[in-house]
């Protein structure tokens, strides 16, 4: 038997990883984000590990609109976000919590938080995602990118860059259209 036709298989199998690499676009671990419904646009970090996106929020309250559940927060960002934000809520998420943050006396692992819809530009793409909302103001960027994001936005992260698609461009596209 030859070995020549085991060598050509072994050339082929990379093909359609390559492939589906083209689709996608590189980001870096940290990038610049515009939310288009707050005029403003962030530093984000670019978290694989991390399942959802995270915004820094403070006063966060859950209220009823029209039988509806709702939430209304501040942006934990800056002075200058001084106004309340409200939203529909979308569902609560349960985030597991590190072993630092574990309280013995409490029976929870998980600290629910609530979760809205937002829609964020990072470098020519617009997408709307899912977004659960705490106060990060001890952290270096106010808003975490999660791989449910990072999915939806066709990303591959490569950790060695920072910025890499540069500043927000959207061009304006609707999720049907990804």
Known sequence: ???????????????????????????????????????????AKLDTGAQTASLSARDIERFKRDGKSWVRFYLAIDEAHDRPIELPLQRISK???????FDPDEDKT?????VVELDLC?????????????????FQYPLLIGSDALTRFGALV?????YAAGKPGCITVSDADE
Not at 95 to 101: L, V
Not at 110 to 114: A, I, L, M, S
Not at 158 to 162: F, I, R
Request: hydrophobic share 40%.
């Open 158 to 162: 490569d950790p060695s860059l920072t």
């Open 122 to 138: 990072m470098g020519a793409a617009r997408r709307s995602i899912e977004v659960n909302l705490t106060d990060r103001s001890a």
């Open 95 to 101: 985030i597991k919590r590190r072993a630092g943050d």
């Open 110 to 114: 998980y600290t629910p938080r609530p």
């Open 1 to 43: 038997m030859s070995v020549r036709p085991y060598l050509l298989l072994l050339c082929l199998l990379p093909v359609p990883l390559l492939l589906h690499a083209a689709d996608k676009t590189i980001y870096g671990l940290n990038e610049h984000v515009a939310l288009p419904g707050f005029d403003l646009e962030v530093q």
